[in-house]
């Protein structure tokens, strides 16, 4: 049978957007010659809904959108993702065919875990009721929903015993770096398991912080892979298969019939898209979940603080990348302290990106500032209040500009600074998107140099990527006056913050002891700034916000 997996960027809440969508690629697959498309999980309503699932209204819209789609469906059967209302609500897969909505699969394992809040919103299908067969000819497929193949349990071992030959699987699986590899090694053994084909079609695009990476992926009943739909763009995948039959041993799954494959006159293989690096998955992600999130949320452009540094050339970067340099502008704000070397690359960086350009200097701001203050401030010397001073004055430039000309701010803090507080609330962190929220510092030079190795010349200047960094807040400042050397701070973090190793774990593990302690301190203290910092891209596999969930006031040092 000829399958098609349409892998679409939706929009949660756009329920006429979305169903636009759905019915072009549809169609686009119907011309195709296709017998089966897939959609991805709630393709209907986008992904995640979160509490407007609790909406009725809402429900209500979502299945008057899927009758519409099922309308379009002759020549043709559909599994599409929607919020299903019977009793309680569930997340399943409906089956359209004949210009009518056939029949549905509940999902039957629901994700609550990291990202995923699904127990707040969704009932289980109840095991071992509910199973679905669909009939083609010859060929049985069984549905399934995201979770339910993860898991090596009765729901795909029960589709097998029922004689399906292709497991179907409509997904919406976020993305962190090396994802495709782990989900595609997990299929290969569902598919060697059972003996069944298995074909997963795969959401994509930006969601808040969410980054859904397609990858959408056909494997034979051996574990190889037929077809793979490239990553990180939309896609329609289209291949011939011909599972093995194999004689069911149980008879519990309920079986539609449809009408049987067509003949074709030429066979379709199918795209086998490249598996990619991690360095060029984390440039897709972060400028998919960039592009998304300004272009969904109605914003036309953004300015970024250009420093000098490496952090705001890499964002600005990723930013011209994302979304053209004419709806990105840069903006110095030069102090004191910003030496005429970082001044000059600012400016060579948004010359050689192309982007509009223009200084703010703010000494005469601090100066207004500290004289107000001087008579609060009478007998104490300058300290951290008046570094941080400087920091907020540019944060309140640049939400003046978002203010004036409606550009969304773009915050350049990094993953390294964010776990140790080194940044300052209303200063640095302002903004309506941090871009680098998960990019640990050494990854933030890994991915400068990969965008010039890319370009094949100094898109972001040399001396930025050579420089060591500083905040600039103070005479002669490095960060590492404050900060243990960013290679060894970095191998802390990951191991604390994603692998919740623990301090005796981590001094077990041979790290330097003096970094585990200054490190873990920081951390700790700087809960309260991260949960006031801007949602940005995830990348890992634990992000802070949504997947930990640290309290503030908290006591634990472990």
């Known amino acids: ?30 011309a195709a010659g296709a017998d089966l498309v897939l959609f991805p999980e709630l393709a209907v309503t986008g992904y995640p809904p979160e509490d407007l699932l609790l909406r009725p209204g809402f429900i209500r819209a979502a299945r008057r959108s899927v009758e519409e789609i099922a309308g379009a469906s002759r020549g043709i059967t559909v599994l599409v993702g929607v919020p299903h209302l019977d009793g309680g609500l569930y997340n399943a897969c409906y ?46 497929v069984g549905p399934t929903i995201c979770e339910d193949i993860w898991q090596p349990g009765p729901t795909i071992a029960d589709l097998a015993d029922a004689g399906a030959q292709l497991i179907a699987n409509i997904s919406a699986s976020p993305f962190h770096v090396g994802k495709d590899r782990e989900r595609e090694e997990m299929l290969r053994r569902r598919a060697r398991d059972t003996g069944c084909f298995v074909a997963l079609c795969n959401a994509v695009g930006g969601q808040d912080e969410l980054v859904f990476d397609g990858h959408s992926v056909v494997i034979d009943h051996e574990g190889e892979v037929v077809a793979r739909a490239p990553g990180f763009e939309e896609a329609l995948l289209v291949v011939d298969v ?51 999130y300004v272009d969904k949320n109605g914003f036309g452009e953004v300015v970024i603080g250009l420093s000098g540094g490496i ?6 970067a990723l930013c011209v990348e994302a979304l053209g340099a ?11 302290y910003t030496s005429t070397a970082t001044r000059s690359d600012a400016e060579v960086l948004a010359r050689s990106l192309g982007i509009d350009f223009r200084e703010l200097p703010i000494e005469p701001v601090v100066a207004a500032f500290t004289g107000v203050l001087a008579p609060a401030f009478a007998g104490r010397g300058p300290d951290l209040t008046e570094e941080n001073l400087q920091a907020r ?18 915050a350049t803090g990094n993953k390294s600074e964010l776990s140790v507080g080194y940044s300052t609330l209303y200063g640095d962190l302002a903004g309506g998107f941090a871009l680098l929220k998960d990019v640990y510092k050494t990854d933030v030079f890994r991915l400068a140099r990969h965008l010039n190795e890319r370009e094949g010349r100094g898109l972001i200047p040399q001396s930025i990527v050579d420089r060591a960094p500083s905040a600039e807040l103070r005479e ?57 910092a801007p949602p940005g891209v995830k990348l890992r596999p634990k992000a802070f916000g949504r997947d930990r969930r640290t309290p503030i006031t908290n006591r634990w040092r472990g």
């Open 393 to 410: 004055i540019r944060g309140t430039l640049l939400m003046a500009l978002s203010n004036k000309f409606g550009w969304l701010v773009i």
């Open 476 to 532: 002669n400042q490095l960060d590492e006056d404050s900060l243990p050397a960013y290679a060894k701070l970095d191998e802390v973090l990951e191991a604390y913050v994603e692998l919740d190793r623990s301090r005796d774990e981590l001094s077990e593990d041979g790290f330097d002891p003096d970094v585990v302690e200054r490190a873990l301190a920081m951390i700790d203290r700087a809960e309260y700034k991260r949960r006031q």
């Open 311 to 316: 952090d705001s050339a890499l964002t600005a």
């Open 95 to 140: 089956v359209l065919a004949d210009g009518e909505i056939r029949c549905w699969y509940l999902k039957h394992l629901l994700p609550n875990y990291g990202v995923f809040d699904e127990a707040r919103y969704f009932t289980p299908r109840d095991h071992p009721s509910g199973l679905v067969l669909l009939r083609f000819g010859e060929v049985l």
């Open 242 to 292: 011909d599972p093995p039959a194999h004689s069911p041993v149980d008879s519990r799954a309920d079986v539609f019939t449809f009408a049987p494959p067509r003949p074709q006159s030429e066979r379709v293989r199918g795209e086998l898209s490249p598996a990619l690096d991690d360095l060029e998955q984390m440039r897709l992600a972060l400028g998919l979940g960039l592009r998304d």
């Open 326 to 336: 004419g709806r990105v502008h840069g903006v110095s704000m030069p102090s004191r």
């Open 1 to 30: 049978m000829r399958l098609a997996l349409a892998q679409i960027d939706t929009v949660v809440g756009d329920l006429d957007g979305n169903r636009g969508r759905i019915l072009a690629r549809l169609e686009a697959a119907r």
